[in-house]
């Protein structure tokens, strides 16, 4: 019960001291737990993160809250949908979007497309209406 002791004293509270020793004892297991799954968390995190070595395509969080965020590796050239359903569509509208190893990004949609430019470096493209 060296393990136990040692959990007491890393949690060193003099709340904790002056408790009795099944409060003692259940504080110390609920510690031990939460550091069990700390741990078991971690490893999931980087389950999910892990992929592919030579993943060229990265599911990323665009909202900004993580800028440590590289990105999820989905694999070498993955081809990754977009589905769009309006409201009086029966069908979605699917991009497919692929990039090659030429560094070319290739798009397909179910539709024809408009291409917007917005900038330099930036373009919409719109279902043609």
């Given amino acids: 019960m060296t393990d136990d002791h040692d959990d007491h004293r890393a949690f060193d509270d003099p709340r904790l001291e002056k408790q009795p020793a099944w409060v003692q004892n259940g504080v110390i297991a609920l510690n031990g737990h939460v550091r069990y799954l700390r741990r078991e968390l971690e490893q999931l995190r980087a389950r999910v993160n892990a992929g592919p070595e030579d993943s060229n395509t990265f599911l990323?969080?665009?909202?900004?809250?993580?800028p440590e965020d590289s990105?999820?590796?989905l694999?070498?050239?993955a081809s990754i949908?977009?589905?769009t359903l309006a409201p009086e569509a029966r069908y979605p509208?699917?991009?497919d979007v692929r990039l090659m190893d030429d560094g070319a990004l290739r798009i397909e949609f179910t539709?024809?497309?408009r291409i917007e430019p917005?900038?330099?470096n930036e373009l919409l493209l719109r279902r043609l209406e």
């Fill in 71 to 73: 990105g999820r590796p």
């Fill in 111 to 113: 539709d024809d497309l």
């Fill in 60 to 66: 990323t969080d665009t909202s900004g809250d993580d």
């Fill in 81 to 83: 949908e977009f589905r």
């Fill in 75 to 77: 694999g070498r050239n």
């Fill in 93 to 95: 509208h699917v991009f």
């Fill in 118 to 120: 917005l900038a330099a």
